[in-house]
């Protein structure tokens, strides 16, 4: 009998950093000489995070078109897809930002259904700082409805454990300010600091991640119609971008000041960013710059440091927007960096649209 794969998911908003954390996680898990795959998860097609971590070496299938709870038989299939070569030992798991009930739709049926395939694995969930202080801090410029913090909310509530990521951009006053609230709030559930992006406190995540579920049964109470007009709040919308020029330019220059256009004006339309992140890429290069919510700044989280004639943009962006909008703003962002860099950009295939109301395969009526 095969020993069965260990299935992990880490949770978390929109720009909580999921996908830097996976890859960091899975490559803690590779050194130890474990069979790593992933599987990303987006409401639509042509998700950066899914070529950035294959441009990382990573094994990767993807279930696009909904979250994991209304892509249930997907998300087995793909697991029975990246097997096909080489069975995994670990399966890493990436749902959709704006997704929670996790546990009652997707971890619960999966034990139900295959637990002599699957060993399940505690629901990790990231807590970005900047949406994480508005909300359980209280603080002013909120920025999101109440119903869609609903959804952040619902995503801790449900977390086997809690990971404050980033906390290299905190103060040590900011991160145990978190911290304190998170106990408060959900006194039951363990949280900790972490930075994916340096490794600081990263044993503490894969302490977390090696252990067992919290509670077998965590299926929390869950208002379906507010999450549904909560995820609804958010524009959707991922991109193409393709770039030429006579001269060679800088892969990340570009790849950079689209999205500093697009935040500009987004923060001009009084529009709250949950995420907006572009992927800059040629054959074997690639740049990524994002923004993760209002008043941050854009960055440059991969550089390429490459000088190319032509390159393919990915834009994904999650915003308190319309998706019209978000189209307008990607074309005006084209105009400003061809305009300013020299560069001639077109925009391609591009789908906008409001997420629609979630039905689960498994798990609520």
């Not at 970005?128 to 909120?142: D, F, Q």
């Amino acid at each position: 009998m095969l020993k069965p794969i260990r299935f992990l998911m880490i949770g978390g908003f929109l720009g909580a950093g999921k996908t830097t954390t996976i890859a960091r996680l899975a490559s803690h898990y590779v050194s130890e000489g474990q069979n790593v795959a992933i599987v990303t998860n987006d409401q639509a097609y042509d998700l950066v995070d899914t070529h950035t971590l294959r441009a990382g070496g990573f094994h990767v299938g993807e279930v696009p078109g909904a979250c994991f709870c209304c892509k249930f038989d997907d998300l087995v299939g793909t697991i029975g897809d990246l097997s096909e070569q080489s069975v995994p030992d670990i399966v890493i798991a990436e749902p959709v930002g704006s997704c929670t009930d996790l546990v009652a739709t997707v971890i619960e049926p999966m034990q139900q259904l295959f637990g002599d395939r699957f060993e399940l694995g505690p629901l990790v969930v990231l807590l970005k700082p900047e949406h994480g202080r508005k909300i359980l801090c209280s603080t002013s410029g909120r920025g999101f409805s109440p119903k869609a913090e609903y959804i952040f909310l619902k995503q801790l509530e449900e977390a086997d454990a809690i990971a404050v990521n980033k906390i290299d951009k905190l103060t040590p006053e900011r991160q145990q300010e978190l911290l304190d609230r998170l106990a408060d709030r959900f006194p039951d559930t363990s949280a900790f600091g972490v930075s994916a992006r340096d490794g600081d406190g990263f044993e503490k995540l894969i302490d977390a991640s090696s252990g067992s579920r919290k509670n077998q049964s965590n299926a929390m109470p869950m208002d379906y119609g507010t999450y549904a007009e909560g995820e609804a709040e958010l524009g959707w919308l991922n991109g193409q971008i393709a770039a030429t020029a006579d001269e060679k330019f800088s892969l990340d220059d570009v790849t950079l000041a689209i999205v500093s256009s697009m935040e500009k004006r987004l923060t001009t339309e009084n529009c709250e960013v949950a995420h907006l992140k572009v992927l800059g890429q040629t054959l074997n290069d690639a740049a990524v710059a994002n923004v993760v919510g209002g008043g941050s700044q854009p960055e440059l989280s991969l550089a390429s440091e490459i000088k190319t004639l032509n390159a393919e943009l990915l834009v994904n962006a999650r915003v308190a927007a319309d998706p019209e909008l978000l189209e307008s703003i990607v074309h005006a962002a084209a105009a400003d960096v061809q305009e300013s860099l020299g560069v001639s950009l077109k925009v391609g295939n591009i789908q906008r649209f409001r997420p629609a109301p979630p039905q689960p395969t498994h798990g609520r009526e």
